[in-house]
């Protein structure tokens, strides 16, 4: 059984949680450094940074000078698992268009905030997600970003037309600009859990 961790400072948290718990994994809601440490008889296979307002965790962790920023880099950058959706994405994000607002700058990516604009311009689409099969996953999009740029070494999972990226991986780092844990549908919850279960097998 893996354990996944879910920053849970503000935003949907609740809601990945008990996708991942319905799929088997054990989850565990984290709001202090010490829970991301890599020593600990309890550590965790994986993070999931939800969806919420980016400025607001941005306040509560100190434009991302907070110890669990570090703890969690640190942990990115040894190889565990990270999915961003939404506000996680922008986290993720090397570059916020525009902004000079904390980040975690672990993903290769460019992001756009609030793209499509305000809250009541949110909206839901079916989404062509190649790597999920058929068929089609019902998006919910609210006050999303956009991938505008990917590096080289990151793979584009998902569009809205031909330009606008809104679902791209980077090894062990998932982004999404969608909120998947407010479907029915737990296939990217699924896909996450794929990707934890290929690190687990790398690390031993």
Same mark, same amino acid.
């Given at each position: 059984?893996?354990?996944?961790? *879910? ?6 948290f ?8 319905? %799929?088997?994994? /054990?989850?565990?809601?984290?709001r ?9 008889? +309890? !550590? %965790?296979? $994986?993070?999931? *940074? ?15 000078? $907070? &110890? *669990?920023?570090?703890?969690?880099? =640190?942990?990115?950058?040894a190889g ?16 916020i268009?525009?902004?000079?607002? #904390? !980040?975690?700058a ?5 992001v ?6 305000p ?10 997600? &190649?790597?999920? #099969? =058929? @068929? +089609? ?5 609210? !006050?999303? &970003?956009?991938?505008?740029?990917v ?5 584009? %999972?998902?569009?809205?037309? +031909?330009?606008?990226?809104v679902?791209? !991986? ?9 909120? @998947?844990?407010?479907? +029915? ?8 859990? /794929? ?9 031993v």
């Open positions: 059984m893996y354990k996944i961790g *879910i920053l849970a400072l503000q935003g949907n609740a809601e990945h949680q008990h996708k991942l718990e319905a %799929l088997g994994a /054990s989850t565990v809601q984290v202090y450094a010490h829970q991301m440490a890599d020593s600990d008889s +309890d !550590r %965790l296979d $994986a993070l999931v *940074i939800p969806g919420g307002e980016s400025t607001a965790i941005a306040r509560l962790t100190d434009e991302g000078n $907070a &110890p *669990i920023f570090g703890a969690i880099k =640190e942990r990115a950058l565990m698992p990270i999915w961003g959706t939404c506000m996680g994405s922008i986290f993720l994000a090397k570059e268009e525009g902004s000079s607002q #904390g !980040r975690l672990l993903m290769d990516i460019k756009r905030r609030n793209a499509f604009g809250q009541k311009r949110s909206f839901e689409t079916q989404l062509s997600i &190649p790597a999920l #099969g =058929e @068929p +089609d996953f019902h998006a919910v999009f609210i !006050r999303a &970003p956009l991938i505008v740029h590096g080289e070494s990151v793979e584009v %999972l998902a569009s809205l037309g +031909d330009e606008q990226i679902m791209a !991986r980077q090894g062990h780092l998932l982004a999404s600009s969608f909120h @998947p844990e407010m479907t +029915d549908d737990a296939r990217v919850h699924q896909y996450f859990l /794929s990707m934890v279960e290929a690190a687990k097998k790398i690390a």
